[in-house]
């Protein structure tokens, strides 16, 4: 994926488009279930996307270490591979989720950080819509490609508390702008 995709991804976390907003004409949906309160789920989410890709910007590819420093303490206790309990209930049994419905073993830190790489990743963040107080439907510029590497996006939404994570599922632009709701969400 080109570069310029990353370009405003940051401030799309911050500061979600407008309804009316130029994107691309596809994207790649996934639909969450979340254990907590989706208002909460999303919250959680946006603050570890954000740590991620802030660190992306910054790290050393060709380094053997990325720096974790930005990364939520809590997410960092659930990303320590076959550790699936911590502090953070909703993390821990979105850990436990992630691995019954995947079967897979929870991600490593690092080799979750290093998925980041901006000549690697096939998908740039584009924004989340709340359906209900249970399910969010995140939405990501996966260039139009239905199938694409993002089993860390998917560790990602389980960690912040999801209980099923459905997609990727492709949507038009026009689609995003109709479920776009409440900017704060």
């Given at each position: 994926?080109?570069?310029?995709?990353?370009?405003?991804?940051?401030?799309r976390?911050?500061f979600?488009?407008?309804?009316?907003?130029?994107?691309?004409?596809?994207?790649?949906?996934?639909?969450v279930?979340?254990?907590?309160?989706?208002?909460?789920?999303?919250?959680?989410?946006?603050?570890?996307?954000?740590?991620?890709?802030?660190?992306?910007?910054q790290?050393?590819?060709?380094?053997?270490?990325?720096?974790?420093?930005?990364?939520?303490?809590?997410?960092?206790?659930?990303?320590?591979?076959?550790?699936?309990?911590?502090?953070d209930?909703?993390?821990?049994?979105?850990?436990?989720?992630?691995?019954?419905?995947?079967?897979?073993?929870?991600?490593?830190?690092?080799?979750?950080l290093?998925?980041?790489?901006?000549?690697?990743?096939?998908?740039?963040?584009?924004?989340?819509?709340q359906?209900?107080?249970?399910?969010?439907?995140?939405?990501?510029?996966?260039?139009?490609?239905?199938?694409?590497?993002c089993?860390?996006?998917?560790?990602?939404?389980?960690?912040?508390?999801?209980?099923?994570?459905?997609?990727?599922?492709?949507?038009?632009?026009?689609?995003?702008?109709?479920?776009?709701?409440?900017?704060?969400?």
């Amino acid at each position: 994926m080109s570069t310029s995709k990353f370009v405003d991804e940051l401030e799309r976390i911050d500061f979600p488009p407008a309804k009316g907003a130029e994107g691309p004409p596809v994207f790649a949906t996934f639909l969450v279930t979340a254990n907590v309160d989706a208002v909460d789920y999303v919250t959680k989410f946006r603050a570890v996307l954000s740590a991620a890709i802030r660190t992306a910007n910054q790290a050393d590819f060709d380094s053997e270490v990325i720096p974790e420093t930005l990364i939520p303490d809590w997410f960092a206790e659930v990303t320590r591979g076959s550790v699936v309990v911590g502090r953070d209930h909703a993390a821990s049994s979105g850990s436990q989720y992630y691995v019954s419905r995947r079967g897979e073993e929870p991600w490593e830190l690092q080799d979750w950080l290093f998925c980041f790489d901006p000549q690697l990743r096939g998908w740039a963040w584009w924004d989340v819509t709340q359906l209900s107080n249970d399910l969010v439907l995140l939405w990501v510029d996966s260039s139009g490609e239905p199938a694409f590497p993002c089993e860390e996006f998917r560790w990602l939404a389980y960690a912040c508390g999801a209980k099923n994570v459905e997609g990727p599922v492709l949507m038009r632009l026009s689609e995003w702008q109709q479920s776009h709701q409440d900017p704060t969400t």
